[in-house]
């Protein structure tokens, strides 16, 4: 497993992508390959020796209260420390607030492989770097000092605190009040009241403090709030306060989860004795527009997370059809013995639609890091924005489609494995279990398509839409190799340039986005064949034949069999935009 997924990671970085150009980039001008390989290297050898032996433990044994104090799986906790200990969450941290200042692409290539060994202890750190870069990004030098070193320390984890038990995605509608306090050496502080549910790592016993970012509307001197999301802030909220004193934050109880069992998922109460403390993060009103960063860097963690779970079952599902032998492929009834059962050509089927959907997940997700790269970091201010445009478009896909179709992928290696994948001996129903997650947190897969066509296509008149087409066609006519899936894609990207202008051109943008999944989905699939053609490509320069080959059969797997699926996923939007709209109540109602 190691050695694959590492295989598929370098050739991703430097055979196609082209990592290396990032030392072109004045932030990383001083770093190189050498630099990069070690520490994928080091985060490796941690998530195999350390976060993977405890997968199925940190399962069996969730986290747990005890005298209002969770309590982590010992041997996760354990593992999560030699994480911390060895500072490799500080990866992309600026050097100038004591972190290694590494390419985000870099950062995201290594948390595949702990995502992939352990995603619920993926989940304390990847939470932990976006909280820990909102705070150096838009909070004060005294704010650094006292909420995001402790993180950079290994002293203490983040979390971010947006949903509540009746508010769900509806951030607007928050209900926790905040009352200003004055101002002091951390800005201005307030009392916070309310409660959050479905908090991450919520609480914890690896580190020992846990630093909440906290969205809140702020009480008016006349005691009302500014409604919706122009009143929405942010604050920080400590488990401990400066100087070590409890916060007045507390758990009221743990979810129990089908999956991730090994990350505490909490119900926090603030203010049961008076209001928590908390200072504020940024302006009054400015708290989504600021926590929009943390979201989305957390909704590529997300797609990254299916990607990578996708890739240990397919890598799982392999090797046991290589090892279990049980009949007679139907290609070869003379047989006299049974065979592995990699011979049945269904088995085989399963396999490579695995294959398709996990290495070409964990692409998508490595060429969004490789973009928001240029966007923090790109000195031509029109560099920065082109690559903005394009990331901000493919967001909701990086997010959707890794946790939608590794889903399928690692329905597949429970099939491959047949009872024994039921079966909790086996870690593909845990996988399984564990991915089932990925659609809904970081907003549901509605939420991303109404996102995706709202506001990234049809809010902005397309002209996003019509940068990526450019691109892909570019690409696409510059290169060379597989030429029938080459003009497979030029004419998907003149199929998707007439579905924008038609649904621009109609102007019933409600219809639209009342059958906006299936444009997702569809979407999302057009995408990935637009990488899987740049992987099969990349893949003709690869010094093992066996390994071009490879890309070149699932690149064309993915052209015959799931390319044809996307006009049928987006039939309800062209053909039937009013049948949902105009279903009767009593059809799906009690």
Known sequence: MTKALRREIDFMLYDWLGAERLSELPDFESQDRSDWDAFLDLSGEIAWNELLPCYKAADREEPWLDDGQVRVQQQLAQALRVYLDAGLHQATARPDVGGMGLPFTIATAAMAEVMAANVAGSGFIMLSVANTRLLTDHGTPAQIAAFARPQLEGDALGTMCLSEPDTGSSLGDVTTRAYPEGDDELGSRYRLTGRKMWISGGDQDVTGNVIHLVLAKIVQPDGSVIPGAKGTTLFIVPKLLPGGARNDLSVAGLNHKMGYRGTPNCLLNFGENGGATGWRLGAEGEGLRIMFDMMNEARVNVGLSGAAMAYRGFDLARQYAQERVQGRSVLDRAAERPVPIVRHPDVRRMLLVQKAIAEGALALCLKGAFFKDTVSHA????????????????????????????????????????????????????????????????????????????????????????????????????????????????????????????????????????????????????????????????????????????????????????????????????????????????????
């Not at 989905?521 to 990935?528: C, E, L």
């Not at 034949?545 to 070149?552: D, G, I, L, V, W």
């Not at 053909?575 to 009690?590: F, G, I, T, Y």
């Open 379 to 590: 000195p031509e201010e029109a560099e920065r924005r082109r690559m903005h445009d394009l990331l901000s478009l493919l967001t909701p896909v990086i997010k959707s489609w890794p946790s939608e179709q590794g889903l399928v992928a690692l329905h597949h290696a429970i099939q491959v494995h047949g009872g024994y994948g039921y079966t909790r001996d086996f870690d593909v129903e845990q996988l399984y279990r564990d991915s089932r997650l990925n659609p809904i947190h970081e907003g549901t897969t509605g939420i991303q398509a109404i996102d995706l066509l709202g506001r990234k296509i049809l809010s902005e008149k397309g002209e996003s839409l019509t940068a990526l087409l450019e691109l892909i066609r570019h690409e696409t006519r510059t290169g060379q190799g597989m030429e029938a899936e080459a003009a497979t894609l030029l004419e998907l990207c003149d199929w998707f340039e007439e579905v924008a202008a038609l649904l621009l051109r109609d102007g019933s943008k409600g219809l639209a986005l009342a059958n906006a999944t299936g444009f997702l989905d569809g979407f999302g699939h057009f995408v990935v064949a637009w990488i899987w053609l740049a992987l099969a490509r990349a893949a003709d320069a690869h010094p093992d034949p066996a390994f071009a080959e490879e890309k070149r059969w699932t690149c064309r797997y993915f052209y015959a069999a799931e390319v044809p699926r996307i006009r049928s996923m987006m039939a309800l939007l062209l053909s039937a935009p009013r049948l949902v709209a105009e279903l009767p109540d009593h059809v799906v109602s009690a």
